[in-house]
């Protein structure tokens, strides 16, 4: 008799683990899938190897909005239990760690070193795997480009059960950075850190009086600042539409702060402060379009015409929402999508025509985000290409939001441009080769890679990845 | 996969020649749907409904498949067949019969046919597809309950009584998938103009298979559990449901 294949009995059996909801940041299509938690790379390779019919698909800390994170009857690995940091180069400025780990716990561990995580997004509660899986962009892409271009090197388990090391320039590397855990689960990576000699930010603000003055300022003086973003209030009409506030930023030198503060005796310090949560359940249709219009409007007013070489903590810069702790229960039960795309520059036209839609329609949108892209990033389903990207939520329950943003879909494929699938909970599945060009080997490596398919997500189900 | 509005991908249609059915199937191609079963009893009405699909939207994959709610003993292997070809967002539970309740009366048999179409069968495909859609772990089951359910009438008890029978079972159901990630929604019409009520006295509130599209679209958007149409009927209908026996018998509904 052949010797039985079961694997020890402490690893994480998948067919025993719990039946649970699952669903994204935007909390809008849950779906129920066995989580399971591998506490070892064994037992990350035993949940590959025992996904079942339905497949499986990594998971971080949940904050994709839609549902790139959930696969529906099948298995999620919830991968935040290996989140070893194996190695920190605090000479070279490399740090080699488990994909589990978080942004927020490398930033704890890297900054008293005098190094920063190379991108970051809005939040730091994302995973290392969560950030190749969908190849983050940060406020700095116009000069570093997305988080993949700073991975050295990865771990891979794939579909067969076994660990391949892959690195830049390797096809199976590419597809994976903005693959969205579909090449499989990326178990450590080591990354290329940021030099820093504070954790503060000098910054500087200014105010656009509509869409066309601020992109005219983002163009002008983008290049002069390491990281830059613009808040626009899409609430604002006629005249005022498209008006925002500019925050540009750079690490702060040590010579920077004053020499009073405390700052100066501990200039590396990071311990940002959380507020109580966000109720658990909040009824729909608090935020409407004269709540939000009043918050726009006194945000605007209060931001200074021009104001530069302020100092801000880190954490107040980057990550103003993670003060706040749950904020997406705000939405109430139907939740929230968020919609980012991405247009050409050249395609200015299509960013002021779905603006002003936007703002005709009076959606109840917080502040958007509109930032420049640099250069594309090697991913094949990357999300940044050089252009002009807007970002922006919108509770769920809004009605008539399906048929709008299906319509700024049309506007946006026109362009050439792409929606973010991170972000991504509701497009329609014929738009996606238009907007990524290179679906088509990406789908190819995956039916010779992953055959069985079994990494699968609810996202790859409703779009066909 | 249901979108974030919860419009779905893909749905089979039980009672596929159903006006509302229909109704609630073009309405979803013009949304997400691009994979649509017309589940019924084999009929020109069947294959003409599924071609009204069809030109509706080019490119759909609209089939037909041969299901009896009365053979309960097929239920199992039709709809694992459907289910075989992969995932069933939105299952419709639209077919039903309204019997003719003086003729009924007289004749039990017709007054069982309806009782065995509208709750026995029900209840067997209900089981069979929740079965599947719990498999599959998301997905929903909307069912064609009626107004009719809410209270006992002297003009249609038989067809009430089949209702209320099929609003009960789908209301435990949904309470027994809870957590599965299968969303069960009552959806109860009130007098709705199709093929069923042709040549009958219109009943106040009167409403038609579109709107009833309409508000499954929008109970799907809201994981709703019970969705009336119009809604005005759920007020009106808590007030009936109270009314003194003696009231509520000379009311003209
Ligand atoms: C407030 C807020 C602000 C944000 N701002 C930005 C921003 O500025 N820029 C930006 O780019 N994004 C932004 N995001 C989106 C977020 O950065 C991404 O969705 C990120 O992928 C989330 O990481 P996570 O660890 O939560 O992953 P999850 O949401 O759990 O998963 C996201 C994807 O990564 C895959 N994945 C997770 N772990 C692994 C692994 N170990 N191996 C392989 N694949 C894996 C998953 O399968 C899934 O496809 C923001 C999100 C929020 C909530
Ligand atoms: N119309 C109303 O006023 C109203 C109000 C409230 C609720 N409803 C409910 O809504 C649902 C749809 O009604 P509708 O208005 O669309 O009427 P309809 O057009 O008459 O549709 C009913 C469908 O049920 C099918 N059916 C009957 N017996 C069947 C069986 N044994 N096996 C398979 N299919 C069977 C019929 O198929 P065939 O074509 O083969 O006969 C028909 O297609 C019904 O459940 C009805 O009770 C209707």
Known sequence: MPPTQSPPPDLAAPADAPAVPVSGWGRTAPTVARLVRPRSYDEAVAAVRGCGARGGIPRGLGRAYGDAAQNAGGAVLDMTALDRIHAVDAAGGVVLCDAGVSLHRLMQVLLPLGWFVPVTPGTRYVTVGGAIGADIHGKNHHVCGSFSRHVLSLELLTADGTIRTVAPGDPLFEATCGGMGLTGVVLTASLRLQPVETSWMTVDTERARDLDDLMARLTATDHRHRYSVAWIDLLARGAATGRAVLTRGDHAPRAALPRSRRARRDPLEFRPSRLPAAPSFLPDGLLGPTTVGIFNELWYRRAPRLRTGELQRLHAFFHPLDGVPHWNRVYGRSGFVQYQFVVGYGEEEALRRIVRRISGRRCPSFLAVLKRFGDGDPGWLSFPTAGWTLALDLPAGLPGLDGLLDELDEEVAAAGGRVYLAKDSRLRPELLPAMYPRLEEFRALRAALDPRGVFTSDLSRRLGL | ?253
């Open chain 2, 1 to 253: 996969m249901k979108d974030a509005f919860g419009a779905p991908q893909s749905v089979l249609v039980l009672g596929g020649a159903s006006e509302i059915g229909l109704a609630v199937a073009r309405r979803m191609l013009v949304r997400r749907a691009r994979a649509v079963w017309l589940a019924g009893r084999p009929s020109p009405a069947l294959d003409s409904a599924a071609a009204s699909l069809r030109a509706l939207r080019p490119g759909a994959d609209v089939r037909t498949v041969e299901f009896d709610a009365l053979d309960t003993g097929s239920h199992e292997e039709v709809l694992g067949k459907v289910f075989a070809e992969g995932d069933v967002d939105l299952v419709l539970l639209a077919f039903g019969v309204l019997g003719d309740q003086a003729r009924d009366e007289r004749e039990p048999a017709g007054a069982v046919r309806v009782a065995q179409t509208n709750y026995t069968g029900a209840v067997s495909a209900g089981l069979v597809a929740a079965s599947a859609l719990r498999g599959q772990g998301h997905g929903s089951l909307v069912v064609l309950s009626s107004v009719a359910a809410e209270r006992a009438r002297r003009g249609n008890f038989i067809y009430g009584s089949s209702k209320a029978g099929l609003d009960a079972f789908a209301q435990g159901l949904g309470e027994a998938l809870r957590g599965t990630g299968v969303h069960v929604m009552v959806v109860r019409p009130g007098f709705v103009r199709s093929r069923m009520t042709a040549g009958l006295r219109e009943a106040p509130l009167a409403t038609t298979p579109g709107a009833v599209a309409a508000a499954v679209e929008s109970g799907l958007r809201h994981r709703a559990s019970t969705v009336w149409v119009p809604g005005a009927l759920r007020p009106a209908m808590a007030v009936l449901r109270h009314l003194p026996r003696p009231l509520f018998r000379r009311l003209p509904l």
